[in-house]
């Protein structure tokens, strides 16, 4: 029998009970639709937080004090020198390295006039704005002269502005952090928050010096971020970086580093990871409805052979062999499947779009994710429709035309 004449026999078959084909190939469009958006809207949060972690500093790298946290070891077998400001002078010599800031932060009450706000005070040197592509969207932003006098200046984030001051100008207006009161001279463009939920526009920054001397009375750095010229020199400047730093810490070849570099890299690619995890372990969970569609449509294949099975013997008795009978039968089976997987391809786009809309993530929908959905609605239709299409195959052709 000619395969296009079976599709054709197949689609009178289906318009001939339009309400149960339909409630048939559901579970194949809900199966179809909810792997495809959840692998589609997956791919586009991972996207997402890459960029995000880009925009951070792509070329950078974070030193922080004390050493890698290693299974068997305890961080207290180890001597742990602090970060100070010599360690930022031997790094700012590196041939490799374009920019650096030293980084110390404190949490503090704010106050203007009648209103205050707990939040973030993060002390950077200027370089801090080069390294992470952040700017003020007004004022400026403090110089190498207010870092050398702790100067009493600070940058705010947005969230701390609409906080404290409205709809107000802020520059110029007084702010009290502790017991100091600091001068704003600049708001920091708004960034949104980080993939964890963490508001980055909720800070203060001003000079690292003030908050040592000012805020905390220490010496010592959190951590130092670094920018490299190029981000194929990141691990050229690590290696650079761990010499520098073991001679200012004064380590043996025998010491362990007492500190650990991180770059945004390795983020990058741990959440990756995670995301392709979740991925597949949500897709998997989606598939259990394309088991259950299958199911549906064997279950209502098998109803169709019982309903046709005069109309087999006649086809026996005029000619159709066994082969045409399955033949015939798996064609619609996989008919009914193309169908639900037609239409749960078209809800799964609409279901990515609209998510895409609402969470403002970057959802495209891959023709690879198309192609993969399209041929898993194919192959269950083959599956679950051999067992109907063999047992109409081998009914008795006297008995079925005895059938009534």
């Given amino acids: 029998m000619n395969i296009f ?5 197949a689609l009178n078959a289906i318009k001939a009970n339009k309400l149960r084909s339909f409630l048939t190939t559901l579970g194949i469009i809900i199966g179809v639709a909810a792997v495809l958006s959840l692998v589609t809207v997956t791919q586009g949060a991972k996207k997402m937080i890459e960029n995000q972690l880009t925009s951070l500093g792509a070329k950078s790298i974070i030193v922080n004090s004390g050493p890698k946290v290693q299974s068997g070891i305890s961080s207290s077998m180890i001597r742990v020198m602090p970060l100070t400001d010599r360690d930022v002078s031997k790094i700012e010599k590196l041939d490799t390295v374009q920019y650096v800031s030293a980084i110390l932060d404190t949490t503090s009450n704010v106050v203007n006039e009648n209103k205050n706000w707990y939040t973030n005070i993060v002390g950077v040197s200027p370089s801090f704005l080069y390294i992470n592509d952040w700017f003020p969207v007004k004022g400026t932003f403090f110089n190498n002269y207010d870092v050398s006098n702790a100067s009493l200046v600070a940058v705010l984030g947005n969230t701390v ?8 100008d802020p520059i110029g207006q007084k702010v009290r952090i502790g017991k100091y009161t600091y001068k704003v001279i600049g708001v920091m463009e708004a960034i949104g928050q980080k993939p964890s939920g963490t508001d980055q526009d909720d800070l203060i920054i001003v000079p690292y010096t003030a908050v040592q001397k000012r805020l905390l009375n220490v010496k010592k750095l959190d951590n130092i971020s670094v920018s490299v010229y190029n981000r194929n020199q990141l691990q050229l400047a690590k290696e650079e970086i761990t010499k520098a730093l073991r001679e200012s810490h004064n380590l043996m ?22 995301l392709s995890v979740m991925s597949l372990l949500l897709a ?5 409805s394309l088991i259950v569609g299958g199911i549906g449509i064997m279950n209502i294949m098998l109803v169709s052979v019982s309903q046709r099975t005069r109309e087999i013997g006649i086809r026996m008795a005029v000619g159709a062999r066994k082969l045409d009978i399955l033949k015939q039968f798996l064609v619609e089976s996989i008919t009914l499947s193309l169908l639900g997987g037609i239409l749960g391809i078209a809800v799964g786009m609409l279901v990515s779009k609209i998510v895409s809309m609402i969470t403002n993530w970057p ?12 041929f898993f609605a194919t192959l269950v239709g083959i599956i679950f429709g051999i067992y109907p299409a063999r047992k109409a195959s081998r009914l008795n052709p006297i008995e079925s035309l005895r059938y009534e």
Avoid at 161 to 168: C, I, M, R, T, V
Avoid at 363 to 374: D, E, N, P, R
């Fill in 5 to 9: 004449l079976s599709f054709g026999i």
């Fill in 161 to 168: 502005k609409e906080a404290l001051f409205g709809n107000s």
């Fill in 253 to 274: 070849p025998d010491e362990k580093d007492d500190f650990n570099l991180r770059t945004q890299e390795n983020q990058i690619q741990t959440i990756n990871s995670v």
């Fill in 284 to 288: 998997s969970i989606a598939s259990i």
């Fill in 363 to 374: 959802v495209t929908v891959s023709i690879l994710a198309i192609i993969v959905s399209f």
